[in-house]
């Protein structure tokens, strides 16, 4: 990051002498016709123009605060315009962002005046110009509907009216202004010494005629230069976008009106701009148009059947692509592309490109999920945020964990905020490996918050076309350039994942959000499958939810970037939906024929169950099928549990405990030792605060220092039916643990039943284990399959790795046998140099002060092994607990003979009456199995993720490549 005064002041600090001669030359651009009035209506929570009180406005004076941080208000201006004010502009000025309406409620305008860093000097200062509000004699009276989100990344300052006033511009001293902004950029940022002279002359000639009030000479002056012409052959595709986070330092109530600001803005460039190009990459807030504001929405659809405005994301939301499921993702792209075509008639060839610039790093299997939904092309910026190592490659292939490929541009830049000058242009130049394509993309126009580009941008860029110094601009679409870049030699291809060297936090963050997500996507499946096994359409029932859902896996509302608002909104939501899905299948499980009163066990998972379940304080034993459901039988007497003070076992392994409560010896039945050097160490870490982003960055440098371990106050062991269980409670300053160490009857896996009490301040709760069996990679569990990563430290890119993403299970190996930590609920974990260590819990301070303060309950576990696939099953065991209804009767709905092949997805299809079925290879080899299913079904056809038929299929003989995707479509 540079200099934090240059990254907030800019040009400002940079070059305070000529940011003085810019200030003096836009004093003149804009004079005073005659000064408005102001009226306000202040809120804590929007109105809408339809429920004004009219009657409730007073009066405003310039310099008045309207309200604070993410406080709503209306502004009412009125005036009296004079005669001869044809070409005369209305000037408001805010700190903050505004939608303007007439006073029939027609949308018109939208200003913003957000400091975005590295922001150029406006030419109208403080002030902006409503270009679409018809001036004409008389009264005028427009309304704002106005807000302050901040400053920056702080709760700083205040919403603040400046005035408004019915202005006149002087266009040459307006062109002036851009003649001159655009070369002194360009005269900072060359190394081209003649022509940083060259230009440094013409610009202090320019100002010297400016001060004789001699603006043709001025602009005279610098005229030739803007004319030389470009000696590059590089080309920049240059197009407008606005990246809108769908909740951030905001929550989704604001963003719903910044997408407004931002559409109507774009929309009148569209207008008034005749070859300016723009971009929108989120379906949802589309969405959020047709509902609210369909008038600019049938805009929207206009300009992109004018081939004006680009759809260039087939996500419905910029998702994180860690943390959801790989259904989640899947999701994303069918109800994303289903909307874009039924909206806008987009065909699949519309939308080749996924458009994710600042997601936190991209799952190993997101070239397979991207190629199966109908995108080939990628497009993100991330990697450029690095913070040990610097990505080699801008333009290249990436290649996932299955083999499928996708082509990737990272716009050199390293920015989805260009401000599109000549600073910008040439650093990205300097940094990319592949200019001798000579092309790439460059993404401009405010964002994060919104905004798109400006007066600046399309000044600045408009001068820059074909300007010596300079590579070419030319306005395209990403799509545009992403066809001609596919024509080209891409020398260079990645395997794997797309690791970012940075934000390792946010795996771990707002842990509630996390596992609540984890639930409701599990939950989700459960209703898709019950819907199929009795016979009914869930589509209508489930599709709110599921976009709620996607919506939630923004990339930062799931990582747990945001406000505490958007925190506590999230878990609020997720609530909601897990109780309207518990109510929904019980309904469905109600359907289930029920031949018999005794209680049954359903299994809605892929893998053959056979585990203890408590019923009314009994334990029973549920043997069921995949899909199926069978009757509980009689728990009967369990041998083989026994404990002293220091061990716990069940016969299958007998664990050890010392003082600490760590595990120091697990022996199994072979009486083969799995324990290296202690196990479930709990352990306390500072995680100081990392500027500016704390719940985003864990400081690699609490490696370096040694925790605190835990060591129970309370320790009680007893046998409770078919398992023995060791209590163990933790106490601390004013937080605590409570964990039962758990061994079931006939089982390997070692169970941690914990409910926490957190109430720390930037420190860390981590459970460490150093197991006996450990290879040079360890396998992490991701979307639909797993991927290897190096435990070993032997350079910087492999040091850099220190926090990785798992999902359900994370295991290393070696010769002599394996070993597993899984999780029903975490993601962040360590795996390096003999150690793996899971990350429970964190407490930044930013941007929720508040962040995962309380009390949590979640379960991991561990488990040695000899085969892979039987970590896999306890991963769905852990995560996907068995349903008990009365008496009820269903036979396997799906079932495959090979158990690395998982049947992760039963539901019905998204059009006609036929069913879908999605099964994915999890072991990483190649496989044949056959598909058993009770579904009625008179043909079989392979499809793509967007179930799209390929070809018909044959359930008996499947083949799968290594961790290949298959969805299959059952109709007739």
Request: proline letters at 5%; a negative charge.
């Amino acid at each position: 990051m540079p200099n934090l005064i240059t990254w907030t002041f800019g040009l400002a600090a940079e070059d305070p002498r000529e940011y003085r001669r810019l200030r003096r030359i836009r004093e003149r651009v804009y004079s005073r016709v005659t000064e408005l009035s102001a009226e306000v209506i202040r809120s804590s929570e929007p109105i809408a123009f339809a429920d004004l009180d009219r009657s409730a406005f007073t009066p405003l004076r310039p310099g008045a605060t309207f309200g604070r941080t993410l406080d709503c208000a209306w502004l009412r201006i009125t005036g009296e315009i004079p005669a001869d004010s044809e070409g005369n502009v209305v000037m408001l000025g805010i700190r903050g962002e505004g939608l303007i309406y007439l006073p029939d409620g027609t949308v018109v305008d939208a200003i913003s005046r957000v400091f975005q860093q590295g922001d150029l000097p406006h030419s109208g200062g403080r002030f902006r110009p409503l270009h679409q509000v018809r001036v004409a004699p008389g009264p005028i009276e427009i309304y704002a509907d106005v807000a302050y989100n901040g400053w920056l990344l702080y709760e700083l300052g205040r919403g603040t009216y400046h005035g408004a006033f019915l202005g006149r511009r002087d266009d040459e001293t307006y062109s002036l202004y851009y003649d001159y902004l655009t070369l002194l950029v360009l005269a900072r940022s060359t190394t081209d010494a003649p022509l940083t002279a060259n230009l440094r002359l013409a610009l202090k000639t320019a100002w010297s005629r400016f001060t004789a009030h001699d603006i043709p000479a001025a602009r005279a002056a610098l005229a030739p230069h803007l004319a030389a012409t470009s000696e590059s052959d590089f080309v920049y595709s240059a197009v407008g976008h606005g990246h809108l986070d769908m909740a951030w330092l905001w929550p989704l109530r604001e963003t719903r009106r910044k997408a407004a600001r931002t559409y109507t803005r774009a929309l009148n460039t569209i207008d008034a701009t005749p070859d300016y190009l723009y971009g929108t990459s989120q379906p949802q807030q589309l969405e959020w148009m047709r509902q609210q504001h369909p008038a600019i929405f049938e805009r929207v659809k206009k300009a992109v059947a004018a081939g004006r405005l680009e759809l260039q994301g087939s996500f419905w939301v910029e998702t994180d692509t860690n943390l959801p499921g790989g259904e989640s993702l899947v999701r994303q792209s069918l109800v994303g592309r289903r909307f874009l075509a039924d909206e806008f008639g987009l065909q699949p060839e519309d939308m080749r490109l996924c458009w994710l610039p600042d997601t936190f790093g991209y799952s190993g299997n997101l070239p397979q999920i991207l190629t199966k939904s109908g995108m080939d092309w990628f497009q993100t910026i991330k990697l450029a945020w690095n913070k040990v190592t610097v990505f080699p490659h801008r333009t290249f292939r990436w290649e996932g964990i299955d083999g499928s490929s996708v082509l990737v541009h990272m716009p050199p830049e390293g920015d989805y905020n260009s401000r599109g000058a000549a600073d910008g242009l040439l650093r990205g130049l300097a940094q990319y490996p592949e200019k001798a394509l000579n092309t790439a993309l460059l993404v401009y126009g405010s964002g994060d918050g919104g905004g798109g580009p400006g007066e600046i941008h399309l000044e600045v860029t408009g001068r820059e076309h074909d300007l010596r110094g300079l590579p070419k601009v030319v306005y395209s679409t990403a799509s545009a350039f992403f066809r001609r870049l596919e024509t080209m030699h891409v020398a260079h291809t990645h395997r794997g994942e797309l690791y970012l060297e940075t934000h390792q936090g946010t795996y771990t963050t707002q842990a509630q959000i996390k596992r609540r997500n984890r639930i409701v996507e599990r939950k989700l499946h459960e209703a898709e499958a019950l819907a199929v096994m009795v016979g009914t359409d869930s589509g209508a029932e489930l599709r709110q939810h599921w976009r709620d859902v996607l919506l939630g896996h923004f990339h930062d509302i799931l990582p747990g970037s945001s406000i505490a608002r958007v925190n506590r909104e999230a878990i609020e939501t997720l609530t909601r939906i897990e109780g309207e899905l518990d109510d929904y299948a019980a309904e469905l499980i109600d359907r289930i024929p029920r031949p018999q009163g005794d209680l049954a066990a359903l299994n809605l998972t892929s893998i053959p169950r056979r585990e203890h379940v408590q019923v009314d304080g009994d334990w029973q034993v549920a043997t069921v099928n995949p899909y199926a459901s069978a009757l509980l039988e009689p728990g009967g007497e369990v041998e083989g549990l026994t404990f002293t003070a220091d061990t716990i076992s069940n016969g299958e392994l007998t664990l050890r405990f010392v003082a600490s409560g760590e595990i120091t010896s697990c022996v199994d039945a072979s009486g083969a030792q799995h324990a290296a050097n202690g196990m479930n160490r709990l352990v306390l870490h500072r995680d100081p605060y990392q500027f500016p982003f704390d719940a985003w960055d864990i400081g690699q440098k609490y490696l370096r220092r040694t925790p605190r371990t835990l060591r129970p106050s309370e320790v009680e062991t007893y046998i409770d039916g078919p398992r023995v269980v060791r209590r163990q409670v933790y106490r601390w300053g004013r937080g605590s643990i409570t964990q039962l160490v758990v061994l079931e009857a006939g089982s390997q896996l070692v169970r941690f039943e914990t409910t926490i009490n957190w109430r720390e301040r930037h420190h860390m709760l981590r459970t460490e284990f150093r197991p006996v069996h450990y290879g040079d990679t360890a396998k992490c569990e991701i979307q639909f399959g797993h991927i290897e990563r190096t435990t070993l430290e032997r350079d910087d890119v492999e040091r850099a790795q220190f926090e990785v993403v798992a999902h359900r299970w994370i295991a290393t190996e070696d010769s002599g046998g394996g070993f597993a930590l899984l999780n029903d609920g975490k993601y962040g974990h360590r795996a390096k140099s003999g150690l793996i260590s899971l990350n429970l819990l964190r407490s930044p301070t930013f941007p929720d002060k508040t962040a995962d303060r309380g009390i949590h309950r979640l379960t991991y576990a561990f488990r040695p092994f000899t085969d892979l696939a039987d970590v896999i099953s306890d991963g769905y065991r852990l995560n996907n607990p068995l349903l008990l209804a009365q008496g009820i009767e269903q036979h396997s709905l799906a079932a495959v003979d090979q158990r690395g092949v998982i049947v992760e997805t039963i539901k019905r299809a998204e059009t006609g009456g036929g069913v879908i079925l999605r099964l994915y290879e999890s072991l990483g080899a190649p496989t044949t199995t056959s598909l058993q299913t009770t579904i009625p079904h008179a043909t079989a056809t392979e499809t793509d993720l967007m179930e799209q038929p390929i070809g018909a299929i044959d359930l008996e003989r499947l083949e799968f490549t290594p961790f290949e995707i298959k969805t299959i479509l059952l109709e007739g």
